[in-house]
């Protein structure tokens, strides 16, 4: 079966990944980071949320960080947006796209915007209409496409369901999350197969959390069905603050090694990317957890076979 030759990765890393930490890091940091992943050749970064600083209070300097980052051509510098408030401010600051966020589960739905899946479809129909007239992209994420923290595993056709609804809002694409990191690859067929006809595979992009270790295999499989757009986290940071148990996203440097070593270009340079991962893991005060990193031998790391 033939693999998708060009692969886009989002850097969910500045948000994704910092929005759990305890600790609180500068704007500098921050500012840093997002600047040294813009110069490793990721197609897009998500930067930050504009939601509720009582919330998520990383991320509360999301304002700041965007008015302080530069911008290079051609990265994608997108961010988090829970309601028409977050898009006021959303709109104060440069960026490209806005993401959206609902869930294919009623509790976490719930527990982590404060509304049911259909208030939520509501409040983002006003949200997604702005943005279109301010000539914004804006992403749909349903969280939760394989399970749940608090329901446990989760039907696929409650995931059609919410991209549906999603899809009717006028949403440019669909990313799928399996925000806890259980996803299998026969999760991900099942998961594609129940999508038949609505989506296909390469309208879509998958957010893997690499809890248990089945990301990689997640993303190969993925592949295979014709998925090309992937998020992953720099250093492998992440989590998030209203999934118990969910651990860092998928390392950047892990999915750019695979694909690479399979002659999938993804037009990231991965010593660039580590020195991404190096700033903000000594800003966070510990060590980079993706694999590829801490393999031994200079050439694993350069990727030469
Ligand atoms: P709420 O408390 O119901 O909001 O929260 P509210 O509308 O009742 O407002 C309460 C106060 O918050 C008000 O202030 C508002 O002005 C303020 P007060 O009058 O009390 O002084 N407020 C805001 N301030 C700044 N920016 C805003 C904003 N909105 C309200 N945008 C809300 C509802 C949606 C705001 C809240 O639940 C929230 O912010 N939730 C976001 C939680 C979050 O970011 N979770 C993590 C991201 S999702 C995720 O990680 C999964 C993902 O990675 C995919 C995957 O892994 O599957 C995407
Ligand atoms: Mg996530």
Not at 73 to 87: D, F, I, M, R
Not at 95 to 120: G, H, V, W, Y
Not at 216 to 222: G, H, I, P, Q, T
């Amino acid at each position: 079966m033939s693999l998708p030759q060009d692969i886009r990765i989002t850097d969910v890393g500045p948000r994704d990944g910092l929005q759990n930490e305890k600790s609180v890091v500068s704007v500098g940091d921050k500012v840093a980071f997002i600047n040294m992943l813009s110069l490793s050749g990721v197609a897009e970064i998500e930067v930050s949320s504009f939601v509720s600083p009582t919330w998520v209070p990383q991320l509360g300097d999301a304002d700041e960080v965007f008015t302080n980052i530069q911008r290079r051509e051609g990265v994608v510098y997108s961010a988090l947006v829970p309601n028409l408030k977050g898009l006021m401010r959303a709109l104060e600051v440069k960026l490209d796209k806005i993401a959206i966020f609902a869930a294919a589960s009623e509790t976490f739905s719930r527990k982590n915007i404060n509304a049911t899946i259909d208030e939520s479809i509501e409040r983002y129909r006003m949200v997604v209409k702005e943005a279109k007239q301010s000539s914004l992209r804006v992403r749909g994420y349903i969280s939760c496409a394989v399970a749940c923290p608090y329901e446990g595993p989760i039907d696929p056709s409650r995931v059609r369901q919410v991209a549906q609804q999603l899809l009717d809002l006028g949403v440019d694409e669909i990313d799928l999350g399996d925000t806890i990191g259980v996803a299998v690859p026969t999760d991900i067929e099942l998961l594609y197969d129940e999508l038949e006809g609505l989506l296909d595979p390469s309208q879509t992009t998958l957010h893997l959390h690499n809890t248990r270790g089945t990301a990689l295999a997640s993303v190969y499989r993925a592949m295979e069905l014709g998925v090309f757009s992937f998020d992953a986290s720099c250093g492998g940071l992440g989590g998030c603050p209203y999934a118990p148990g969910a651990a860092g996203n998928l390392a950047t440097e892990d999915l750019v090694y695979m694909c690479e070593q399979m002659d999938c270009q993804t037009g990231v340079d991965l010593e660039k990317l580590f020195a991404a991962g190096r700033h903000i893991t000594a800003a966070l005060g510990r060590s980079l957890t993706g694999r590829v990193f801490n393999a031994d031998g200079e050439e694993t790391r350069t990727g030469n076979s």
